[in-house]
């Protein structure tokens, strides 16, 4: 794993200039990982069809708005319907957390 992750680095280092095996190696000889040949043939030769620049600038993270806009009619007719029974209005249970997601960034960020 530590190989693919010396990989991936340095094909974000060598982002915008050409992405071979033997610079992939070089950028993680100086990061003081040891990778190997094959591996950094495989990754050169993926990043080849597809440039990390155009991966990067295809990412996009979704934001969690969607849920709050759909539930602000609803927050706003309780109230409403509380003063026409002039009864409380039962409390609503708040939204369960969603865990966090690596999102595929092979643990980028960790």
């Not at 982002?15 to 000889?29: E, H, R, W």
Request: proline share 7%.
């Amino acid at each position: 794993m530590a190989q693919q992750n010396a990989c991936l680095y340095a094909a974000l280092i060598l982002s915008g200039s050409p992405i071979t095996a033997d610079s992939i190696i070089a950028v993680a000889k100086a990061g003081g990982v040891t990778v190997d040949k094959g591996t950094a043939n495989t990754f050169a030769n993926l990043l080849k069809d597809a440039p990390i620049d155009k991966i990067l600038s295809n990412l996009s993270f979704g934001g969690g708005a969607g849920g709050a806009s759909a539930a602000a009619p609803a927050a706003a007719a309780a109230p409403a319907a509380a003063k026409k029974d002039d009864k409380p209005a039962a409390k609503a249970a708040p939204p369960p957390e969603e865990e966090e997601e690596d999102g595929g960034m092979l643990g980028l960020f960790d």
